[in-house]
């Protein structure tokens, strides 16, 4: 059951990662890098599960953020996911965001004790 909810929520996230993908398109087309920042800046802001995000040209050169992010070093409660940035090979750039999926294993595993009380509840009754 758990395995299955995070797949789930592997592809929501997935989902909204490609659509902020799509979003830097023409602004990295444009070389807007300044607004670059402040659309992944604000996706950063409204999405706080997101831990760390992180936009490499082609050529592997940060273009966000500014400083070289510190390694999140393989944590259990953690998700990657890793989206190119354009519609044609070559791509313009890869955008990374690091997930923190601690709160929904936490509610994954209170849901599981609530299914199993009930459970054992029922089969005492019959």
């Known amino acids: ?22 979003g830097l398109v023409p602004l990295l087309l444009e070389r807007r ?10 996706h950063e802001e409204d ?5 760390q995000v992180t936009l490499r040209s082609v050529a592997g050169d940060l273009l966000y953020p500014l ?3 510190q390694s999140i070093g393989g944590e259990p409660m953690t998700l990657t996911l890793k989206e190119n940035v354009g519609f044609l090979e070559p791509y313009l750039a890869e955008l990374k965001i690091v997930i ?4 929904i ?6 849901l599981e004790r609530k ?3 009930a459970f ?5 009754f019959f």
């Open 1 to 22: 059951m758990k395995s299955q909810i995070v797949s789930m929520v592997e592809k929501q996230y997935n989902a909204h990662l490609q659509a902020t993908a799509e």
């Open 115 to 117: 299914l199993g009380i």
């Open 100 to 103: 923190d999926i601690s709160s």
């Open 120 to 124: 054992t509840v029922i089969m005492a």
């Open 105 to 110: 294993n936490h509610e994954v595993n209170q």
């Open 67 to 69: 400083d070289e992010p």
């Open 47 to 51: 999405n706080p599960h997101w831990i």
């Open 33 to 42: 890098l300044a607004n670059v920042y402040e659309t992944l800046q604000a």
